[in-house]
């Protein structure tokens, strides 16, 4: 089955503990992103990755990495979170920027 | 990013028709998405325009039109599982910038 799956689906850390969330697809995707989804805000790009080895920043990737060592697996790596990157995060793939996205579950992160 | 936007919440009843407006940047565009979210789930994609004119897919048709950086989605005949946030979301050269989204209310 086609799919993206993200790890862990909630999360509940404290502030400044290192933290990676994981992200694959099966789907043999070259475009990978992370977003942050906030009330009111909608669907915000941290990171996209056009393919291996490639990545590039979003929107807001203040306090955030991310690394592409394969093509499958695209994490989202808080080195050092705080209070404020409290929020859904999700991770998604396509064959290119221009092409349907497929979307993980989401990864609930509530940082205190 | 890229400003996009579209109404906040809508209503309609069950059986009727709704149209969701959305403008965006046109600055670099390569590309209109619509994607439903349901509460609690992740998006799915709904449509992809990159030329001008309207694209029926089902109940769901959706219209872009490039020169004024506009875009809509029509929903016709509703059910009442077309109660979700619909999402407009641009692709501006390799970057992808969402609306805040639509909630669209389905009453019986």
């Known amino acids: 089955e086609a799919q993206v799956t993200q790890n862990p689906r909630y999360l509940i850390t404290v502030t400044g503990k290192k933290l990676t969330v994981t992200c694959s697809q099966n789907?043999?995707?070259?475009?990978m992103s992370w977003y942050r989804q906030d009330p009111g805000l909608g669907l915000r790009q941290i990171y996209y990755s056009m393919n291996v080895e490639v990545t590039d920043k979003g929107d807001v990737p203040e306090g955030y990495k991310v690394s592409r060592k394969e093509k499958r697996n695209f994490p989202l790596i808080l080195e050092s979170p705080s209070p404020n990157q409290t929020s859904l995060y999700f991770c998604a793939s396509s064959q290119n920027a221009n092409t349907e996205a497929f979307f993980g579950q989401g990864t609930r992160l509530t940082v205190v | 990013g890229q400003n996009i936007d579209q109404p906040t919440e809508m209503t309609a009843t069950e059986g009727a028709i709704v149209q969701i407006n959305c403008t965006y940047q046109?600055?670099?565009?390569?590309?209109l998405f619509w994607y439903q979210q349901h509460a609690g789930e992740a998006p799915t994609f709904l449509s992809y325009n990159v030329l001008d004119g309207l694209e029926e897919k089902g109940r769901f048709s959706s219209f872009l039109s490039r020169s004024k950086g506009y875009s809509y989605l029509l929903l016709k005949e509703l059910q009442m599982k077309d109660s979700a946030s619909y999402l407009c979301s641009s692709a501006n050269d390799y970057k992808l910038s969402f609306g805040a989204g639509t909630t669209v209310t389905v009453r019986a």
């Open positions: 046109t600055s670099g565009f390569n590309g």
């Open positions: 789907m043999n995707h070259e475009y």
